[in-house]
């Protein structure tokens, strides 16, 4: 099996399609479809089913996924070895992020990667939280930012940040526990919470479960009146009167700059969480993957000492 087959058969499974496949490793699509087919014919089995659109990886086509990422990780890690830290890096490194810590990080590391490391291409994949761990562990993902560290099996884990989550509703609200308005964020303790028609994510949502662990522990509990899992909708859900939330900073900054809603920072006790980097631990990182984690690092660094992220940055281990 040559790896540049390998590398055609990985993404037409990950793009779900020859042509798109195609234009992302830039070859002829014909070709690319003769060496899927001289693949199958050596191994003697189908990897890909043709469906009315796109494809789909047969059980076999499964099994030989895992082998060649593995492969080509491992063949990028070697080629990196021979070349010396002293090269620059080079590749393509895809990360995967959860959609609040999208809606913050996206532009300003892509504006890093482009000015800082060339003959990087960068490939950002915004998702839930609970997809990214098992994409990182099957290759999918070089790496992923995750806000829990039970997380499983196969994963290296660093701790990177600590952020605050926020109460979230209408601006002007006459229920408001104090002043917050014209981007400002005011102040309110969790008992003041109690009475608030709460609308929160469901369970298992990470952040639903969060949220309960500290109200158990605080002896309270909450008035939730609607679930809704599409974290998008909250702060439109607050600016409509609908109902109040509780967020990360980097669900609500446009809503809030916009003068759409008011937040207050939650008190007595505060409801943090952690964000985490993850990789996998059985498979070496290339130089293009450390360098675009090094950098990540250094942008998030930059966010919250600009005060633009309100968290408590982890000292680097």
Known sequence: MDLRVLRVFVAVVEEGSFSAAAGRLRI????????????EEELGCQLVQRLPRGVAPTPAGLKLLAHARDLLARAAAARDDLRGEAAEPTGEVTVGLPQ???????????????????????????????YIPDWVREGRLDL??????????????????EEQLFLVGPAGSPLAPSASGDGQIGHVTFREMMHLPMILPGVPHGL??????????SGMKLHVV???????QL???ASAGLGWS??????????????????????DPAITRSIYLCRPSDRPGT??????GHLLRRVLGELVQDGSWPATLVPAP
Do not use: C, N, Y
């Open 28 to 39: 002829a699509q014909p070709a690319l479809s003769l060496q899927l087919r001289k693949l």
């Open 100 to 130: 609040s810590v999208a809606a913050m990080l996206t532009i300003p590391l892509l504006g890093r990667v482009l000015t800082e490391l060339p003959q990087v291409r960068l490939r950002i994949i915004e998702s839930m939280t609970g």
């Open 144 to 161: 992923g930012m995750v806000f829990r560290a039970e997380v499983g099996s196969g994963l290296v884990l660093d701790r990177l940040l």
């Open 208 to 217: 639903r479960e969060l949220i309960d662990q500290r109200a158990r522990r």
């Open 226 to 232: 609607a679930e809704v899992d599409a974290l998008a």
């Open 235 to 237: 702060p439109a859900a």
């Open 246 to 267: 509780i967020l990360s900073f980097t669900s609500i900054r446009e809503a809030l700059e916009a003068g759409r809603i008011g937040a207050w920072r939650i008190e």
């Open 287 to 292: 130089h293009a993957v450390r360098a675009v």
